[in-house]
């Protein structure tokens, strides 16, 4: 409740408008209601123009029992049947008291009606208030029922002020102040909000609009209600695939490069999916398991299994030994082993160095035939050049014998076994030569003095 006190003040003394705490009169020689007073100025002469209108010698309007139509109707105190204070009738234009105490200089007016000026100082101008005065001095201002007065604003029962929400007047439990009131609507001045409330005197947002256009290359939000998609270019983001690295936005689209999927595997097939990033399925490939001595190695489940073969290690070479080191593969040991130069012309080869060296014997090369020049050739081995040397084919009976084709050919004169003996048969045989055997033929022994001459011997001896 505000208790406005206001004193008015003329020529420096408070007067009362009809009761109170200031100086109260009956005038003289008048009747006058019983119980009401009329006040004046103490200050003031009778018939001074400067105080409030001299009432002696004036008859009371309305309280004469003389019948004037002017007479009230209202009983004896004042009041009319419904309690309402209604000053008595009055003669127009003639001093009254309209039994008001907030009021001076009431007058009649041209209805008979006594009205008076209110005290100003009592009127706060506030429209839910009661203002009253019990004098001249002391005001009061009464919050209506129904009513709270807030920060000097009037708030009707169940109503709130714009800077206090979610406030309202509940009047039976107080009327200077507002009290929560949850059950009131409220905006809590946020345009993407809806569905404001209050909660314990405040007012709680609501939920916002979903402004989520699902791509990562906008900044989404709400200003004043819209949604708002404003790019986002250069900055980093996520396209959503595990295939991509390095996602930048690019206008409206999120933008990586390939990743690369690889486990240096020759067992795997290396490929990348979107959902699950880098794959690596196994494959069954020919691949490496690292040993150098195996041949046929084949990928199982991912894994490089040995092959079933070993590597043939063979470098052809006599002089080394040949084998399979895992690390390194085929290795070849020189060996002191007895080879073959490949000369058919040396004798006694024998590995030095991983080298097969010739011998130090050379091969004999003798055909046993005179016809041939006999020598041997490298890389041939023996070689037999018929010649044309004279030679004996073994026939005495042949004379100029000749080696022609690697062979000994009879020579084309034969041998002459003529022995000029007329006594004997000239021959001759392969095998010893020249034969002669003594014939019976006549001959001249020559001596002029015989006759008949014979050779004395047989013919079978061989006469040589």
Known sequence: MRRLVAVLVICGAAWSCGGGGVAQRDIPGRDVQPGVDVAVDPGQEEGDPGGRPDLAGQDRPGTDQSGDPGAWDAGEDGATDEGEVVPPPCRPDTACDDGDPCTYGDVCDAEGVCRGTPVEACDDGIECTEDACTDAETCTHEVKAGWCLVEDQCVEEGQGIDTLPCHSCISALAQ??????????????????????????????????????????????????????????????????????????????????????????????????????????????????????????????????????????????????????????????????????????????????????????????DDGNLCTDDACQPGVGCVFVPNGDPCDDGNACTVGDVCSLGACQPGVTPLSCDDGDPCSDDFCLPESGCGHAWNQAPCDDGNVCTGGDLHPISLDTNLG
């Open 176 to 365: 200077d102040r507002l009290l929560p009131d949850d059950s009131l609507a409220c905006d809590d001045g946020d345009g993407c909000t809806t569905g404001d409330h209050c909660a314990n005197g405040t007012c709680v947002p609501g939920l916002a609009p979903d402004c989520d256009d699902g791509n990562p290359c906008t900044a989404d939000s709400c200003q004043g209600g819209l949604c708002r998609h404003d790019p986002r270019d250069g900055e980093t983001c996520d396209d959503g695939s595990l295939c991509t690295e390095g996602d930048r936005c690019m206008g409206d689209f999120c933008v990586g490069g390939p990743v690369t999927c690889r486990d240096d595997n020759p067992c795997t097939d290396d490929r990348c999916d979107p959902d699950f990033g880098c794959l690596f399925d196994p494959n069954d490939d020919p691949c490496d398991d690292g040993n150098l001595c195996t041949v046929g190695d084949q990928c199982r489940q991912g894994v490089c299994v040995p092959g079933d073969q070993d590597l043939t290690c063979d470098d052809g070479n006599p002089c080394t030994d040949d084998g399979c080191v895992p690390s390194r593969g085929c290795v070849f040991v020189p060996n002191a082993a007895p080879c073959d130069d490949g000369d058919p012309c040396t004798l006694g080869d024998r590995c030095r160095a991983g080298n097969c060296t010739a011998g130090s014997a050379a091969l004999e090369c």
